[in-house]
């Protein structure tokens, strides 16, 4: 339920002529630079999960390319090897044509003539079917199956999947803007960023910007998954409190304990504290928390958060790409430890708070960072269970 | 224009020359790998750095120039390449 229509998802009809009927022919205008203006003023960031402002990227991305006299890359990112996240996956399945739109889109502006678009398995087969039918136009628009593995979704990574078939993260600099594993500039998007890119070339900014707040502007799509009745993806406007949210995945099916924000490499917040607050960076930043990539997880009173952190953190550390050392070896042995905790040997804390400094900020991507993250504000939401497990219980009821 | 250390974690394997060499600004974590976050080179430490870069056998470690008077890309090839600011 969002503030404005049409909305992202559709009502079951993935084919063209479903899409055109219901959002309109996509006229991209000659004049790109109003265009670009356009997005700019939409306020638009990536809905991949850092939220970066999507014309600065683009624009980047295009001054690189004119500077060095090559076309760049364009890529689409759908990769969504975040397990706990359907939403990408739904609207490759559901709007394909939206998709394929914003990568066109995202490819005039950035002056290249063609778009790859990564999927994950279980939307390629309905992504090349929209691209199959399609007529020929000015931006050649092919799919590509994503590499599995959670880091695969990274963007470096999955620039380097697209352009030379190994999914694991590059590190920076150089920045992907100025030359990315195909040896161009680089434009990687999430593939809702580029779903919104092709209603802003539509309806413009005001129209996106309808919805959402001020300082975040648009509509975003949420996985509300754990103990709902509804569980599943969802369009929201940014900063619809996060009550409304869960309501409208069926409300708790249980007395919530806690949530967890953005992704498995998120942010855990106790219900009490989170219920009231804006789904928004705003709204979240007391708590430490970002939207992210939308996930919004309820943990019920009757499951143990630091159990489902350990298990988690078992998850992240066996996703390690295993080209850094504080990534390899720092998330394995926190995972171990955390594990211990869970299940009951709470001597290993001060352990856990040395590894958690000694592993954040350190390797090629963000992907420790994230972890380390998890494991922190579990420490603090779960900061009571700590001592129940020190005792041999445990507060889950 | 101030100079800072950084590591290429995917290049480095946890051998620490650089640590033996550059006590002052690089420590090593639990299992040997260097804490250098954004660590800022005072002047009179940029020699001992430089040769600390120019130890490491993996060319994992590297020294970068920011601020005014700093070039971009070209400028920062030749530091990574010669340890040289």
Not at chain 2, 5 to 21: K, T, W
Request: with cysteine; net charge positive.
């Amino acid at each position: 339920m969002i503030a404005r229509k049409p909305g992202l998802l559709g009502d079951g009809q993935a084919g063209l002529a479903a899409h055109l009927a219901r959002y309109g022919p996509l006229r991209c205008s000659a004049d790109r630079a109003a265009l670009l203006r356009e997005v700019d003023r939409s306020g638009l960031t990536g809905r991949g999960g850092a939220a970066f402002p999507a014309a600065r990227k683009i624009a980047a991305v295009a001054r690189n390319a004119a500077a060095c006299g090559r076309e760049p890359l364009v890529i689409g990112n759908g990769t969504e090897a975040e397990p706990a996240i359907d939403k990408d996956k739904t609207l490759m399945t559901g709007s394909p044509h939206l998709v394929i739109d914003g990568a066109q889109v995202a490819a005039v502006l950035a002056g290249a003539a063609a778009a790859v678009i990564v999927a994950h398995p279980r939307a390629l087969d309905a992504m090349r079917h929209a691209v199959a039918e399609r007529a020929p136009a000015s931006v050649r628009v092919s799919v590509q199956r994503a590499a599995d593995g959670f880091v695969a979704g990274e963007a470096t990574a999955t620039a380097s999947w697209a352009a030379r078939g190994t999914s694991k993260p590059t590190g920076t600099p150089p920045r992907l803007s100025g030359r990315g594993p195909a040896g161009v500039p680089t434009l990687v998007h999430n593939v809702e960023t580029l779903a919104h890119l092709a209603l802003i070339a539509r309806y413009g900014q005001a129209w996106f910007r309808s919805a959402g707040t001020a300082e975040e502007p648009g509509s975003m799509l949420v996985t509300v998954s754990g103990a709902v009745r509804a569980p599943g993806v969802r369009e929201i406007g940014i900063g619809t409190p996060v009550w409304r949210v869960i309501r409208q995945a069926g409300g708790p099916s249980e007395r919530p304990r806690a949530l967890l924000f953005g992704g498995w490499s998120g942010v855990w917040a106790s219900a009490a504290e989170a219920t009231e607050l804006p789904l928004s960076a705003a709204g979240l930043a007391r708590l430490g928390a970002v939207p992210g990539a939308g996930l919004v997880e309820v943990l019920p009173a009757s499951a143990c958060g630091l159990r489902e952190t350990a298990r988690i953190a078992r998850y992240l550390a066996s996703q390690s790409a295993g080209q850094c050392g504080p990534c390899a070896f720092g998330l394995d042995a926190l995972a171990g430890e955390v594990s211990r905790i869970a299940a009951g040997h709470v001597d290993g804390i001060a352990l856990v708070r040395r590894w958690l400094g000694q592993v954040d900020g350190r390797g090629a991507c963000s992907h420790p960072s994230g972890a380390v993250r998890l494991i922190r504000s579990a420490m603090r939401v779960f900061d009571d269970d700590l001592a129940e497990h020190a005792a041999g219980r445990c507060e889950a009821v | 224009m101030t100079v800072e250390l950084r590591v290429d974690y995917i290049a480095c394997d946890g051998r620490g020359i650089c640590a033996e060499m550059l006590p002052e600004l690089i420590a090593t974590d639990d299992w040997g790998f260097p804490v250098v976050a954004g660590q800022t080179v005072p002047a009179r430490l940029l020699g001992d750095a430089r040769v600390a870069v120019r130890a490491c056998p993996l060319l994992a470690l590297r020294l970068e120039a920011s601020g005014p008077g700093h070039h971009q890309a070209r400028h920062r090839l030749r530091v990574l390449r010669s340890g040289r600011v």
